[in-house]
Structures are given as C-alpha cells and as structure tokens.
C-alpha cells in the first residue's frame, strides 16, 4: 500500500487521503474456497456508515449498539469498530459464544448489564441457543427492557427462528441482507426512518442506492414473486467494493461480466409486489430437479418448522436421471431422543406435502453439527463436493475442520461412495 500511504511526522498524526483511498482491505469468508480481497473506500465508508446508524438500527449518539460478531469479519468491521463510534455511540466487544461461555444466557446478561437499545447478531447463534434452550428459560432471568430491536443477518433467517426470537424478546426482529463487498446493507426495514412492517422471510426493502432486480439467467428482469439471480443495477451506492485488491480482472470477472450493467450478488431470490426481497439461496444453491428450478432456502424452511429441528442445510447432489436430488442434514433440538428414522421420514412426508413431489426430497440423516465459517455461514458447497465425491480445497476460514469427516461418514450411511481423498488445505 505504499503508493497511497506518506509517513506519519508523529505516532498520533493524522494524515489526509482522497475520498476514495483504501480505510482496509477484507478478505471474504471464503464460502466459495477462494476468499477475495475487498477494498473498502474511506470516505464512501464513512458516509454510509453514519447514515445506517439511526435510519436502519433507531439508535441515537450516546446509546449503546452491540454487534454480537467476530471483529475480524465485516459485521466487525463496520458494526463493532466504525459505525457506532463514527455516531457517537457506546459498541460492546465480547468474546465467545452465545452457548458454553458459560451458558445460553451470555447474551441476554450481556443487554441486561450493558443496557443495550440495538442487538445485531447471526441467525445461527439464536439457532444455537434456541437448540440449547428451546423453552427460553435462560431468557427469563434478565431484564431485557432496555432492548428495542433485535437484527438478523449472515445467514437466511428461517421463519422458524425470527417467530422463536419474537415470542421470547417480545422485541422487533427485523432480517437483513448485506455482503463483505458492500459493506452495509443492501436490504433492511429502516427502523429510524419509517417503521415499515415487518415480512417474516424477508430481508426487507432496498436501502438508498442500491437498484435491486430479479433476473433471469439471459439478464432480463423478471416479474413479482418469480425466483432469479439477485443483482444490483449499477453504479453501486458509496461504501461498497471499488475493486479487489490486486485483482482487477477477477473483480470484474465474478461481479460484473455476467450481467453487463449490474452487480451479481451471488444471491437468489424474489421480490413481492411491494419490493421485499427474499433471499432463498446462493444462486449455486438453486438446484435442477428434472428440470425444475428449486430454491434449497425454500426446503430449509419447511425442515426448521419441524418441531425437534434446530438446525438444517439442504444440498443438492448429481443424479445421472434427473440432474440433482435435494439431501437434508438435520441437526436436533436438546433432549430429542426419539428414532432418527422417524424424524427423517416426518421431514420427507413435509417436503412432499408443503413442496410438492416435484422436489423429489427423500434422504435427510442426522448430525451432530454442520460445517461452518468461523463467522457463521454454512458450507453448503463443500457439502456437495464431499458429497459428489469430488475434489476440494479446505476452506480457510472454517471453524472446526473435523466437521468435515462428520459428514462425509452420514454420507457413507447414507450409501454414497465419498472420499476425501481430493482434499487440498487452502
């Protein structure tokens, strides 16, 4: 970085830089294998960050907002570190998780000691405490009425978990979507603006500057309540990635060249007749089933309505007859102790009946855990390749990667032929 950084006269001197000079560059959390460097511009950041802080999360200077995330990762970037204090308001930084440290209680002691007015946080962590505390016992113990909003991001919020969150923190739970690449969300419910109501499954409405459209796979936009590529009409608003950092071409090559004049997003999903978009999936993650376009988001969400459900991912593997079938792995709520065959077939007999045959959902097992990102997202992808008995590479921010031959073994119960034989550290 040496072209754009002069050398401080003294330890706390400021220096000036343009708009648009690098404040730090972000390696994605590497889902695909590959993580990209991230360039985030100063000045673009600066603004965007500021505006989202009332208008988005309803906290005024002097409030405190807690990111309950890793501050090595985006949400940590701009929602622990920049934003709260570019506003004027009090950020907590915690370490650990939201169960064992020491229980499911961490993070309502936390609000209650702290007086948090906003709480932002992944999905997967009220996953992990809804599965460890299904009853909310934990959330009883602590005065939470200094809590106004509860935000969702980082994975696909089920319906499951944002009806489980609500009836519990008696609080607004509001989902939104947003990338490492944009630095700020692309959609939310602007909390501080206008308290639009609130679509259980969506991640809300566009935020300014960000043209959101449905396309489908030739780059035309497609109608209300149709599932495509989630894309951005560009240019992109301030804040958001200029490039990669010392690719060029490979910015241009994963954003901008499939859809000439847009930002793809990676993303798939609709948007209603009144401009909510729902995330379902990644666009990888929508699967050919006999030549049906199927959304694995939509199928998680029936599976997590299952009562004894606390987590799940559904992938899609080869079928030389009908291109992909969906497989379910199903992590169970604490205390289940019913057959596994049973829960299994009762996930079946719901794909088929709130689905349809055409999905052709017939295997699900049960494990432990399922293989994440240290910042919370599912390793769908790897799942396949395991899955598919192909080569990968060892993604570099996974949290545990024991988890790995965890789920190659349920595949081997399962019958399927899988080596890791194609495992490459990455």
Same mark, same amino acid.
């Given at each position: ?82 934003? *709260? ?86 609080? *607004? ?22 308290? $639009? ?8 409405? *566009? ?34 990635? *200029? ?36 995330i379902m999936a990644r666009t990888d993650d929508v699967i050919n089933v006999a030549g049906h376009r199927l959304s694995t988001g939509g199928m998680e969400e029936v599976l997590s309505n299952h009562p004894d459900v606390a987590e799940c991912a559904v992938i899609g593997v080869a079928d030389a007859l009908k291109g992909n079938l969906p497989l379910g792995f199903i992590c169970l709520t604490k205390g289940v102790n019913r057959p596994h065959e049973e829960i299994t077939r009762e996930c079946v007999a719901m794909i088929r009946d709130q689905i349809g045959p ?24 790897? $799942? ?9 590479? $060892? ?27 194609? $495992?490459?550290?990455?």
């Amino acid at each position: 970085m040496s072209q754009f950084v002069k050398p401080c006269v003294a330890l706390y001197d400021c220096v000036p830089v343009e708009g648009n000079h690098p404040a730090y560059i972000l390696y994605t959390s590497g889902t695909t294998g590959q993580p990209k460097g991230v360039v985030r511009p100063t000045g673009g950041h600066l603004v965007a960050l500021n505006w989202t802080m009332k208008n988005i999360f309803n906290v005024d200077p002097g409030e405190v907002f807690w990111a309950a995330s890793d501050v090595g990762w985006v949400v940590g970037h701009s929602y622990i570190a920049y934003a *709260p204090l570019i506003h004027g308001n009090t950020s907590v930084v915690f370490e650990g998780k939201p169960v064992g440290t020491p229980d499911a209680g961490t993070f309502w002691r936390v609000i209650e000691d702290h007086q948090v007015r906003s709480f932002f946080t992944a999905p997967t962590a009220f996953r992990a405490i809804k599965r460890e505390d299904p009853k909310g016992e934990f959330v009883k113990k602590y005065d939470l009425s200094c809590l106004r909003v509860l935000y969702l991001a980082g994975e696909r919020a089920d319906p499951d978990t944002i009806h489980w969150a609500q009836d519990q923190l008696k609080v *607004p739970v509001v989902d939104h979507w947003w990338q490492t690449e944009t630095g700020w969300p692309i959609t939310a419910i602007p909390m501080g603006l206008e308290r $639009m109501p609130v679509k259980i499954g969506s991640s809300g409405v *566009p935020m300014p500057g960000y043209d959101v459209q449905i396309l489908d796979e030739a780059g035309h936009p497609l109608g209300p309540d149709t599932l495509g590529a989630v894309a951005v009409k560009l240019p992109l608003p301030p804040g958001t990635l *200029p490039t990669l950092w010392n690719a060029e071409d490979r910015f241009r090559k994963s954003y901008l060249e499939h859809f000439p004049g847009y930002y793809e997003t990676g993303d798939a999903g609709y948007m209603d007749e009144d401009g909510y978009l729902y995330i379902m999936a990644r666009t990888d993650d929508v699967i050919n089933v006999a030549g049906h376009r199927l959304s694995t988001g939509g199928m998680e969400e029936v599976l997590s309505n299952h009562p004894d459900v606390a987590e799940c991912a559904v992938i899609g593997v080869a079928d030389a007859l009908k291109g992909n079938l969906p497989l379910g792995f199903i992590c169970l709520t604490k205390g289940v102790n019913r057959p596994h065959e049973e829960i299994t077939r009762e996930c079946v007999a719901m794909i088929r009946d709130q689905i349809g045959p055409v999905a052709a959902f017939k295997l699900a097992c049960v494990v432990d855990r399922l293989p994440k990102t240290r910042s919370g997202k599912i390793l769908r992808a790897t $799942m396949v390749k395991i899955a598919n008995g192909e080569d990968f590479k $060892m993604p570099a921010t996974i949290d545990d990667p024991a988890i790995l031959d965890e789920i190659a073994d349920a595949l081997k119960d399962l019958g399927y032929p899988v080596t890791q034989q194609g $495992m490459t550290i990455g």
